[in-house]
């Protein structure tokens, strides 16, 4: 379990971590979803015990990190979003290496390493050196290397960024069977995807706060259960809203000349909407419809469309 309390950290004037509050519970896969500087390695590293907090506490089941951290360090894994291994060491060399931190005995550390180049598929190339091995292998052992002393808890700070979709799908299997066992994951991704598929629950962070959190299905009630609309034409954001008050509306993004908004279950339909713009002389040039999904979601909370 991760417990996490108005964990807070400023970089100058930059509140990097602006106070944010949530809990990974047991055996949960949780997703930490959010566009480039949102705050996401920058809590990972708190949690992590990397870097000081300047307020707020982190617990790892009950261990408080900042007090007791080599407690914490024992149970607690991390593997970083940049990569983290020896390019002249082989892959069984770099896994000696990262294990040795941690105190296991010979025995144990030996069947870990054999274990974990098992695991990610690298027994056959484990005594070539990292710089011979391609982008998503070094993913793979950076991953292994972060589970080496079998972490009850992890934290995975974007495991497939940058590999092909291949290599992609390889590490989220690695890492659906690593839930699978009941390990605590605590995952970040800029992938809409990922999160979805992949995560028990999401929490949404962007400028350093977390913007909402729940499973796919409640964050999608943020859109409301209705179709999307999608709609281009000549109006400003304020004509547009105003020709349709009274209507119950949820505006996902509103720009000049595009407009995307959901209309509820049983309130008006698509038809009153066009009858009501056409009252007031807007003129529409395009219109779609699309299913609620995460990504609407995203827009909606942070006014931005999330993009690899
Ligand atoms: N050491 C540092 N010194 C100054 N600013 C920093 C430092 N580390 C991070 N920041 C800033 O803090 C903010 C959050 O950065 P962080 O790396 O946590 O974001 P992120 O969500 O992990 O982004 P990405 O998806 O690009 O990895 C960014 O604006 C970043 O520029
Ligand atoms: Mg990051």
Not at 19 to 44: D, H, M, Q, Y
Not at 225 to 242: E, I, T, W
Request: net charge negative.
């Amino acid at each position: 379990m991760i417990l996490v309390e108005e964990l807070k950290k400023s970089y100058g004037e930059l509140r990097a971590v602006d106070g944010i509050s949530f809990e990974v519970l047991e055996g949960e896969l949780f997703g930490f979803l959010g566009p480039n500087g949102a705050g996401k390695t920058t809590t990972l590293s708190m949690i992590s015990g990397l870097l000081k907090p300047d307020g707020g506490r982190v617990m790892i089941n009950d261990i408080d990190v900042w007090q007791t951290p080599k407690a914490a360090k024992r149970i607690l894994g991390l593997v970083p979003q940049d990569v983290a291994l020896y390019e002249e060491l082989t892959a069984r060399e770099n896994l000696r290496f990262w294990g040795g931190l941690y105190h296991l005995s010979s025995s144990e550390l030996k069947s870990n390493i054999e274990k974990w180049l098992d695991r990610v598929g690298l027994t056959d190339r484990a005594n070539d050196a990292v710089s011979k091995y391609s982008g998503g292998m070094k993913r793979r052992l950076n991953l292994a290397a972060g589970m080496i002393h079998n972490p009850q808890i992890v934290l995975l700070d974007e495991p497939t960024v940058g590999i092909d979709p291949q290599a992609r799908n390889n590490i989220l299997e690695i890492i659906r069977e690593i839930a699978r066992e009941g390990v605590t994951i605590l995952f970040t991704t800029h992938h809409l995807e990922e999160a979805e598929t992949l995560c028990n629950r999401i929490a949404i962070m962007d400028h350093g706060k977390i913007l909402q959190t729940g499973t796919v299905d409640e964050l999608a009630q943020v859109v409301g259960d209705g179709d999307l609309v999608n709609l281009h034409g000549s109006f400003s954001p304020a004509a547009f809203k105003s020709a349709l008050t009274g209507l119950s509306i949820n505006f996902i993004n509103i720009a000049d000349g595009s407009a995307k908004f959901s209309l509820a279950q049983n309130g008006a339909n698509i038809s009153v909407v066009i009858q009501k713009l056409s009252e007031a002389g807007i003129s529409i040039e395009d219109l779609s419809m699309e299913k609620p999904s995460l990504e609407s979601v995203f827009l909606k909370l942070t006014g931005r469309e999330l993009r690899d």
